[in-house]
């Protein structure tokens, strides 16, 4: 009856999107795309790799519909046909325009009704980190080298349903993972916490008739073996020591390095004088092996040598607070640290900590009687029913029971049978995957259980908590005012963090950041913590502009950022008090504001070595406007170096030669604008007046930062660029409000979201498109709770 119905539905669907048309088509349509678009856009020219001539009108097609809606979209934001065209009237455009909506809208029910009736989306390997802590409390480290394969990435998004596909090597790496959490939550012997602590002053080094405290020095890119983690877990360290600046002003900057992994696990800058010394405490999931307590500041010197790993301690006294180590010059001729410095009293560490509320995360999923099959169902039932987020069947379960029980027919003891139905239940697809639908019925909603999964994927990345698992339970959670009061209880969750890290790192592709190594010869001075620093200014901007509350437009502009002291000597700007990441107050000299002139965003549209326009543009085409520009035509000549025996010239001098090819220009005149607006940063983000340019002769040219939009606005630089994006906050809203969306529903948006997409936007902007105002809209809106 159902697969009749949709029938119907489709030959209707086509009967009217085709019978009725080609009267309209072939007296409006078709010479509308003779007089204005085929010489452009036909079998032998394809600008914007977009054909006309041959494009069919089978608008129950999704593709075929897309590259429809794809051409309304340019033709009503006068991209079509080109300012240097010849323009079509109002009234013509106005009726092409009208035929196409007409057509998309008349298909869009046979197009949906080509759905199946149910979707699968995996976890992520983020997800599935988060959702094996929030169900047993265990820190899975699922970045571990072989712990799981790579998530494959969308535009910057890597928890796209169509994309996250299952292979032999992820089932594989799947049950090792559900062995492993399960031996951490139920472990035959439990680890006990233990406290332990290394001093610098532990008597080796008592001299008589001296006092004074005996410290270790950690001089750049060096650090001490002091820890040993044997468990994984939660652990708490607490370190006494000193920080002091070199003279130009860098602080050092603290690591935990992690000798099999070969990275900083964690880090913090440290800034306490060498006679008051201070105590950092830092809490935090660490993964088994060996650490060692790093300075890692950059450790080249400037006579090219470095200095060797020996440990090094040495005595500070009342009566010397400056005294200085012999062998090496750590100090100029006025005191002053060449380099910056750390140095150590002692350490402490301990752990692994069992909270009261992981503890109780594990409660009920063990049979307290060995032996007991009634009891192991029962467990079994509860287990399975939290870790798939939806209630399991008696039958799902029986499965489950007989395992346990071949299992103990094998010879197994009962409490390796019963792990092995666990490790069963977590290797299941319905924990690994989120579904939707049902293949016994065609709906267009989610269930209560659907969208408690959905929502809590959506800001925690993780599974629901019991508070939202009894509003699925007692199906009132599609009920708008019970909605409503979830999400806002849900945003004061402290699990909101990984919101607002997660989101950011995926919406402005964050991942890009350090793709390509910054050059150490043309910049000596870029290191790993500022790569770091340049992604956690961008995460802890936008997690302040959530927690304010603040409008989208503080992603295009503000007259603030957030800085530590390694950025703020990045960027040229005054040294800060504190090592703390802190909301700042910019100048007009500093040149920032909003999210495009974060180092961050600057670097990863570079290459390592000079700063690229063009990738720069694609990026704010992308991530600003949500348009993807189309690929370059193959074989491209790429930008050659400057000749010796030429004037140095710009890269935007070269690329403008470059796009006066027929075949580049058209994309060029879109692209090149919103990069060329930026120019006035380097590779690494770093405001300048003149380009360094390899090669050529001459002196370095001056930046062009100027340019002119494709609807004609001109701006003189960066500043001027943001000042016009602000005057069209209506479309970097409904663009936002589409990334938003691609986060939250793990899908590929289509023609068919777009008026939900205009919708949310328009209710956001009576709010002025407050960053909170756009999430509740979303999550409220028919789009978020349909399938």
């Known amino acids: 009856m159902m697969r009749s119905l949709v029938s119907v539905a489709l030959a209707f669907a086509a009967s009217t999107a085709t019978a009725a048309e080609p009267t309209d088509f072939d007296a409006t349509v078709q010479p509308f795309f003779k007089t204005y678009c085929v010489r452009c856009h036909n079998d032998k020219l394809q600008k914007g790799d977009f054909r006309l001539d041959n494009l069919p009108r089978d608008f129950t097609n999704l593709p075929i519909a897309q590259k429809w809606g794809e051409l309304l979209f340019r033709l009503n934001s006068g991209e079509m046909p080109p300012k240097k065209e010849p323009q079509p009237k109002a009234e013509e455009l106005g009726k092409v325009a009208d035929w196409i909506s007409t057509r998309l809208k008349e298909g869009e029910a046979a197009r949906m009704a080509k759905r199946g009736p149910i979707t699968h989306y995996r976890l992520s390997r983020e997800e599935y980190g988060h959702t094996v802590y929030d169900l047993l409390g265990v820190y899975f480290d699922v970045n571990l080298p072989g712990a799981f394969n790579d998530d494959p990435r969308w535009h910057g998004f890597d928890r796209i349903g169509s994309l996250l596909s299952l292979s032999p090597s992820h089932v594989e790496r799947y049950f090792r993972a559900a062995e492993t959490v399960l031996e951490r939550a139920y472990p035959a012997a439990p680890p006990k916490a233990q406290k332990t602590r290394r001093d610098a002053d532990d008597g080796k080094w008592k001299a008589q008739g001296e006092s004074g405290p005996i410290r270790w020095l950690l001089w750049p890119d060096h650090g001490q073996h002091l820890l040993n983690v044997s468990s994984p877990g939660l652990y708490r360290i607490r370190i006494q020591l000193s920080g002091l600046p070199s003279f130009k002003g860098r602080v050092p900057h603290l690591a935990l390095w992690h000798h099999g992994q070969k990275k900083s696990i964690l880090g913090r800058d440290v800034l306490a004088p060498e006679g008051e010394p201070t105590v950092l405490e830092i809490e935090a999931f660490l993964p088994e092996g060996a650490y060692t307590i790093k300075n890692e500041s950059p450790g080249m010197f400037s006579d090219g040598h470095t200095l060797s790993n020996t440990?090094?301690?040495?005595?500070?006294?009342?009566?010397?607070?400056?005294?200085?180590?012999?062998?090496?010059?750590?100090?100029?001729?006025?005191?002053?640290?060449?380099?910056?410095?750390?140095?150590?009293?002692?350490?402490?560490?301990?752990?692994?900590?069992?909270?009261?509320?992981?503890?109780?995360?594990?409660?009920?999923?063990?049979?307290?009687?060995?032996?007991?099959?009634?009891?192991?169902?029962?467990?079994?039932?509860?287990?399975?029913?939290?870790?798939?987020?939806?209630?399991?069947?008696?039958?799902?379960?029986?499965?489950?029971?007989?395992?346990?029980?071949?299992?103990?027919?094998?010879?197994?003891?009962?409490?390796?049978?019963?792990?092995?139905?666990?490790?069963?239940?977590?290797?299941?697809?319905?924990?690994?995957?989120?579904?939707?639908?049902?293949?016994?019925?065609?709906?267009?909603?989610?269930?209560?259980?659907?969208?408690?999964?959905?929502?809590?994927?959506?800001?925690?990345?993780?599974?629901?908590?019991?508070?939202?698992?009894?509003?699925?339970?007692?199906?009132?959670?599609?009920?708008?005012?019970?909605?409503?009061?979830?999400?806002?209880?849900?945003?004061?969750?402290?699990?909101?963090?990984?919101?607002?890290?997660?989101?950011?790192?995926?919406?402005?592709?964050?991942?890009?950041?350090?793709?390509?190594?910054?050059?150490?010869?043309?910049?000596?001075?870029?290191?790993?913590?500022?790569?770091?620093?340049?992604?956690?200014?961008?995460?802890?901007?936008?997690?302040?502009?959530?927690?304010?509350?603040?409008?989208?437009?503080?992603?295009?502009?503000?007259?603030?950022?957030?800085?530590?002291?390694?950025?703020?000597?990045?960027?040229?700007?005054?040294?800060?008090?504190?090592?703390?990441?802190?909301?700042?107050?910019?100048?007009?000299?500093?040149?920032?504001?909003?999210?495009?002139?974060?180092?961050?965003?600057?670097?990863?549209?570079?290459?390592?070595?000079?700063?690229?326009?063009?990738?720069?543009?694609?990026?704010?085409?992308?991530?600003?406007?949500?348009?993807?520009?189309?690929?370059?035509?193959?074989?491209?000549?790429?930008?050659?170096?400057?000749?010796?025996?030429?004037?140095?010239?710009?890269?935007?001098?070269?690329?403008?030669?470059?796009?006066?090819?027929?075949?580049?220009?058209?994309?060029?005149a879109k692209i090149d604008p919103l990069g060329f607006a930026f120019d006035s940063f380097d590779a690494i983000g770093r405001w300048r007046t003149h380009e360094q340019v390899q090669g050529g002769q001459g002196d370095n040219p001056l930046v062009d930062a100027t340019g002119t939009l494709p609807n004609g606005k001109a701006f003189k630089g960066p500043d001027d660029f943001k000042q016009l994006l602000v005057q069209d906050l209506d479309r970097v809203g409904e663009a936002f409000v589409e990334q938003l969306a691609t986060f939250a529903l793990r899908r590929v948006l289509t023609i068919d979201d777009a008026p939900y997409i205009k919708a949310i936007a328009a209710a956001s902007k009576k709010d002025g498109y407050k960053l909170r105002t756009v999430i509740e809209n979303l999550v409220m809106s028919d789009l978020f709770q349909k399938r």
């Open 311 to 668: 440990n090094f301690t040495f005595r500070t006294t009342k009566s010397t607070p400056q005294s200085k180590p012999t062998g090496y010059k750590f100090f100029n001729e006025e005191g002053q640290p060449i380099y910056p410095l750390l140095m150590v009293d002692w350490v402490e560490m301990d752990g692994p900590i069992l909270t009261d509320a992981d503890k109780k995360k594990r409660e009920g999923l063990i049979p307290v009687k060995d032996g007991d099959i009634t009891e192991a169902r029962e467990c079994l039932k509860r287990f399975a029913t939290t870790a798939w987020r939806r209630p399991a069947t008696d039958a799902e379960v029986e499965r489950y029971t007989k395992l346990l029980q071949s299992e103990l027919k094998a010879g197994e003891n009962f409490r390796s049978a019963y792990r092995a139905a666990m490790v069963a239940i977590l290797t299941s697809k319905n924990f690994y995957y989120l579904e939707e639908g049902s293949p016994t019925e065609a709906r267009a909603k989610l269930t209560d259980w659907e969208l408690a999964s959905r929502l809590s994927y959506f800001l925690w990345s993780s599974m629901p908590d019991e508070e939202l698992f009894a509003a699925g339970k007692n199906g009132t959670l599609t009920k708008p005012e019970v909605l409503r009061t979830q999400l806002t209880r849900m945003l004061g969750d402290a699990k909101i963090n990984r919101f607002t890290n997660a989101f950011p790192k995926q919406w402005l592709q964050l991942h890009r950041v350090g793709q390509f190594p910054a050059d150490a010869e043309l910049y000596p001075d870029y290191d790993k913590w500022l790569e770091e620093s340049m992604v956690l200014e961008t995460t802890l901007y936008f997690d302040t502009v959530f927690k304010e509350n603040l409008s989208l437009r503080e992603f295009i502009t503000s007259d603030w950022t957030m800085l530590n002291p390694r950025l703020a000597m990045h960027y040229g700007m005054p040294p800060l008090k504190s090592t703390q990441f802190q909301k700042v107050k910019l100048r007009p000299e500093d040149h920032r504001g909003g999210v495009l002139t974060h180092a961050s965003v600057l670097s990863l549209t570079s290459d390592g070595t000079r700063h690229r326009p063009v990738h720069r543009g694609v990026w704010v085409s992308e991530a600003v406007f949500g348009r993807t520009p189309p690929p370059p035509p193959p074989n491209v000549e790429p930008l050659a170096p400057t000749p010796s025996n030429k004037p140095k010239a710009t890269i935007r001098n070269q690329l403008e030669a470059h796009a006066t090819h027929a075949t580049c220009a058209s994309c060029h």
